[in-house]
């Protein structure tokens, strides 16, 4: 039979057994699941996950990355979770001070570092390709060849005429790329977006001028090139479309500075006589290809350009805007009183 003091010195150990395990889960939780950020403000650290990583080595690399004091508290919260799930590959940007929990959260949903990209409208190829190989540390030469050497696929894709590359189809848009992107899958994403907005609005719309894919991106690529205000590219691309009409050239000055490699710089007399597809005071028509990534305002007022209107010729009234014109005569005078506004504007 139990003595009463047996059964005081069995409640004693058993409480202390209670106290011990509540203090183990507390001392646990506190390891495993608690954050514990620098005091000296949020300090983030960027780590690599190749693919088919285990838990183990994945918590070897966080604590050489001085994420983790111990490796072997991820591996246990790991086996606490019961979640079973995999570690996703990619490149991480961490917040130091997170709880192994937290970090296993992280590296189980994927969470990778993101870096936001930036293309206006109007950006060449060239130009586009320098920044996304700068911001996604990416080799600017493989990204420029790709672009200019696109695969078969993606020339079926966009319908791309024999010669034709992937200037006009980057489509101008912030995007947020995983850090670790290669360059196909960077490409690629500016080119699914560029189909989803040019769409079957702007394709039938395109059909019911008799213009195709590629002549709607080339036309809106020098609207584009014109002017940055949108309530004025549906002019600009009706006094071009009034042209084509007529068989004149275009005479577009954004076509010469893209095939004089002049971009953005003023022009010379002798620049209009460059011997090149792209010069639209020698050529006849369209120029082979856009001449940049136009934005889907461009595009829309190619296929869609300002009704009944029958100017032939726009110049700059140099204040942001243009003059339009209906005939030479009419253009002359917009261009003299131009020219006079800008000598008036020289310091003397």
């Known amino acids: 039979m139990i003595t009463r003091r047996r059964s005081s010195l069995l409640l004693f150990a058993l409480a202390g057994a209670v106290v011990a395990v509540v203090l183990s889960l507390l001392w646990l939780h506190l390891l495993l699941y608690q954050d514990?950020?620098?005091?000296?403000?949020?300090?983030?650290?960027?780590?690599?996950?190749?693919?088919?990583?285990?838990?183990?080595?994945?918590?070897?690399?966080?604590?050489?990355?001085?994420?983790?004091?111990?490796?072997?508290?991820?591996?246990v919260a790991h086996r606490l979770s019961g979640s079973g799930g995999t570690i996703q590959a990619g490149r991480y940007r961490i917040r130091r001070g997170l709880s192994p929990a937290g970090l296993l959260r992280v590296l189980q949903k994927g969470q990778v570092a993101l870096v936001a990209v930036t293309i206006p409208e109007g950006w060449t190829k060239v130009r586009t390709c320098a920044?996304?190989?700068?911001?996604?540390?990416?080799?600017?030469?493989?990204?420029?060849?790709?672009?200019s050497r696109p695969p078969g696929r993606w020339r079926r894709m966009l319908e791309l005429p024999e010669g034709a590359d992937l200037e006009g189809y980057l489509y101008p848009e912030t995007y947020?790329?995983?850090?670790?992107?290669?360059?196909?899958?960077?490409?690629y994403t500016l080119l699914q977006h560029f189909l989803s907005v040019f769409g079957e609005h702007v394709r039938a719309a395109a059909d019911s001028c008799g213009m195709t894919m590629h002549e709607v991106v080339t036309?809106?690529?020098?609207?584009?090139?014109?002017t940055s205000r949108d309530d004025e590219k549906r002019k600009i691309?009706?006094?071009?479309?009034?042209?084509?009409?007529?068989?004149?050239?275009?005479?577009?000055?954004?076509?010469?500075?893209?095939a004089a490699g002049k971009i953005g710089d003023r022009l010379s007399y002798r620049d209009l006589q460059v011997d090149s597809p792209y010069n639209t005071y020698r050529v006849k028509g369209l120029p082979p290809g856009p001449i940049n990534s136009p934005g889907i305002v461009a595009m829309e007022a190619v296929v869609h350009p300002e009704a009944g209107f029958d100017a032939l010729y726009f110049?700059?009234?140099?204040?942001?805007?243009?003059?339009?014109?209906?005939?030479?005569a009419e253009h002359e005078a917009a261009v003299r009183a131009y020219r006079a506004a800008r000598r008036a504007r020289r310091p003397r």
Request: glycine share 8%; with cysteine; charged share 25%.
């Open 36 to 75: 514990h950020f620098p005091s000296d403000g949020e300090e983030w650290v960027e780590v690599e996950i190749p693919v088919g990583t285990s838990v183990r080595a994945a918590a070897g690399l966080l604590h050489d990355a001085g994420l983790l004091d111990a490796p072997w508290k991820l591996r």
């Open 131 to 147: 920044v996304l190989a700068d911001s996604l540390h990416l080799d600017r030469t493989g990204l420029l060849e790709l672009c």
């Open 176 to 187: 947020r790329f995983a850090i670790g992107s290669d360059e196909t899958r960077v490409v």
């Open 219 to 226: 036309l809106a690529s020098i609207v584009e090139a014109e």
């Open 237 to 258: 691309a009706a006094v071009y479309l009034n042209r084509l009409r007529r068989g004149w050239r275009l005479e577009a000055d954004p076509t010469v500075a893209f």
């Open 315 to 328: 110049v700059a009234d140099g204040k942001g805007g243009h003059v339009f014109s209906r005939t030479w």
